[in-house]
C-alpha cells in the first residue's frame, strides 16, 4: 500500500504538476505562485491513491525543489568547508554552500549537453557516441556498441576536448584547416563543404550521411561552457572564496553522471584546480527526495535551506557577463 508520494522537481513543472499559473516565472522579477513544501492527497492532481503528496520546497524561480533535494544529497549544508553542486542540463543550477550558509544560481546553458543544438546530436540510446578518444583505433565508442547513430551529451564534451588537446582548434573556438593540422590521420577527417567547416567521425569524406562534428557545434558548446563557468565564478568571488577553499565539487544530473570529468576540466566547464575533487553524483533529485520520504529529520532540514540560501540573478549583472566572455575562450 503506497501511503505517502514525495515529488521533486524545477519550479515550472511542479507549477504544470499542480495546474498553476507559470507566466510570472518567464519575465523580471520572476516570481512563482508558491516555493514552500505543500501536502495534499494524491487524488488533487489524479492519482487514483489513498496517499498523502508533499512537494519538497524550492528555493527560486530557476532554483528549484529539484536542488533542493541535490542540496540534502550532497550534504552541502553540512560540512565546515566551502562545497559546489552543479546540476546540468538546458539550465544549469549551481549552488555554493557549507553549514549554515547557501549561494544558488542558475544559468541558461542550453541544451546541447544533452545532445540538442548538436548537428548530429542525440538522447545516450543504443548507438549513441558516448565516447571518443583520438588516440584509440576506432576513435569513439558507442553505447552497446553499435553501429553510430549520433552523439550524445559525454560524446560531445569528449569530442570538444580533444579538440583542443590535439590541436584541431585554436583558443577562440575556430575549426583549424585541414593544412594547419599536423597529425595527417585527423587532418584527413576535416571537410570543408561551402565554406562550413566539420569533422567527420563517422563515415566517409563524401558521405552527405557522416556523422561530424560542425564548427557550429563547437560554438554551442562555447556559449553552454562559458556560462556554467562564469556561474562558478561568480558564486565564489560573492563571497571571496578561491578554487583551494572548496573541499568538493559534486557534479549531478543524467548528463552529469556520464561525462568525463578530464573532458570537462580540459574545456574549462569546471575548473581544473578542482578536477581531483569532482565527484558525480547522478540523480541526486531522487535521492534527496528518497531521503525526504524517509526521514523527519532530513524535511526539517530541508526547510532550513531555504532561510540560509541567498539566490543570486545572473541576468542583470555586468560581472556575470565579463565572466561568460572571459569563459568563452579555450585554454590552450
Request: charged share 20%.
Amino acid at each position: 500500500t503506497i501511503r505517502e508520494i514525495v515529488i521533486t522537481g524545477n519550479t515550472v513543472m511542479i507549477h504544470f504538476l499542480l495546474n498553476l499559473p507559470t507566466k510570472n516565472i518567464a519575465s523580471a522579477p520572476f516570481v512563482p505562485v508558491f516555493l514552500s513544501p505543500i501536502t495534499l492527497d494524491a487524488q488533487d492532481i489524479g492519482l487514483k491513491l489513498n496517499a498523502k503528496l508533499t512537494i519538497m520546497p524550492g528555493i527560486a524561480s530557476y532554483v528549484g525543489a529539484d536542488i533542493t533535494a541535490g542540496i540534502v544529497a550532497c550534504k552541502l549544508t553540512e560540512g565546515e568547508r566551502w562545497s559546489l553542486l552543479l546540476d546540468l542540463g538546458t539550465n544549469g543550477e549551481i549552488v555554493l554552500g557549507c553549514k549554515d550558509e547557501c549561494l544558488a544560481c542558475a544559468t541558461a546553458a542550453g541544451p546541447a549537453f544533452e545532445g540538442a543544438t548538436i548537428r548530429h546530436g542525440c538522447s545516450a540510446t543504443s548507438g549513441a557516441i558516448c565516447n571518443v578518444n583520438f588516440s584509440a583505433d576506432p576513435i569513439y565508442r558507442t553505447i552497446d556498441d553499435k553501429t553510430p547513430n549520433g552523439i550524445c551529451g559525454s560524446g560531445v564534451l569528449d569530442i570538444a576536448a580533444q579538440l583542443l588537446l590535439h590541436g584541431l582548434i585554436d583558443e577562440t573556438g575556430r575549426l583549424l584547416d585541414s593544412s594547419e593540422v599536423q597529425d595527417q590521420n585527423l587532418a584527413s577527417r576535416l571537410r570543408d563543404i561551402n565554406g562550413y567547416k566539420e569533422l567527420v567521425l563517422f563515415g566517409n569524406l563524401s558521405d552527405p550521411q557522416a556523422i561530424t562534428f560542425t564548427q557550429k557545434d563547437i560554438r554551442e558548446i562555447q556559449l553552454a561552457k562559458a556560462a556554467i563557468r562564469a556561474g562558478i565564478e561568480i558564486l565564489l568571488d560573492e563571497v571571496k572564496l578561491n578554487y583551494d577553499d572548496i573541499e568538493n565539487l559534486y557534479i549531478a544530473g543524467g548528463f552529469g553522471n556520464y561525462l568525463n570529468i578530464t573532458s570537462a576540466a580540459t574545456i574549462g566547464l569546471i575548473p581544473m584546480e578542482l578536477k581531483d575533487r569532482t565527484v558525480t553524483v547522478g540523480n541526486s533529485a531522487g535521492t534527496g527526495a528518497s531521503h525526504y520520504l524517509l526521514s523527519k529529520e532530513i524535511r526539517n532540514k530541508s526547510q532550513s535551506i531555504i532561510p540560509i540560501t541567498q539566490y543570486i540573478e545572473l541576468s542583470n549583472r555586468i560581472d556575470f557577463m565579463d565572466a561568460y566572455m572571459d569563459a568563452m575562450l579555450f585554454d590552450i
